[in-house]
Nanobody, 120 residues
Framework: VQLQASGGGLAQPGGSLRLSCVASGNIFRIDDMYWYRRPPGKQRELVARFSSAGSTNYADSVKGRFTMSRDDAKNTVYLQMNNLKPEDTAVYYC???????????????WGQGTLVTVSS
């Protein structure tokens, strides 16, 4: 099982970016999916969560600006980031709890990270 994140880049303050994360491999089922980020010199933090039941949760710092969506047919999650601020600069990681076909055990998987830089 692999998670592949994409969509990072440079944005100006007030601008927008859309991140994507695709899960692939021998997948039986995907439970919750997440976006995390690690700002420069800081610890990793949870940005958003999309449960298998369809509920979402956001960090207070991104509420009203970021929207996480999910397409189960494509095993893909998105993070629409609007009104970006310099403090949103970070490496963004997707993660998911997945049951693989061969093991039938729930495990946590991480993508490789995509860099988002917000600067004028």
């Amino acid at each position: 099982v692999q998670l592949q994140a994409s969509g990072g880049g440079l944005a100006q303050p007030g601008g927008s970016l859309r991140l994507s994360c695709v899960a692939s491999g021998n997948i039986f089922r995907i439970d919750d999916m997440y976006w995390y980020r690690r700002p420069p010199g800081k610890q990793r933090e949870l940005v958003a969560r999309f449960s298998s039941a369809g509920s979402t949760n956001y960090a207070d710092s991104v509420k009203g600006r970021f929207t996480m969506s999910r397409d189960d047919a494509k095993n893909t999650v998105y993070l629409q980031m609007n009104n970006l601020k310099p403090e949103d600069t970070a490496v963004y990681y997707c993660a998911a709890t997945i049951k693989e076909l061969s093991s039938m055990v729930w495990q946590n998987y991480w993508g490789q990270g995509t860099l988002v830089t917000v600067s004028s």
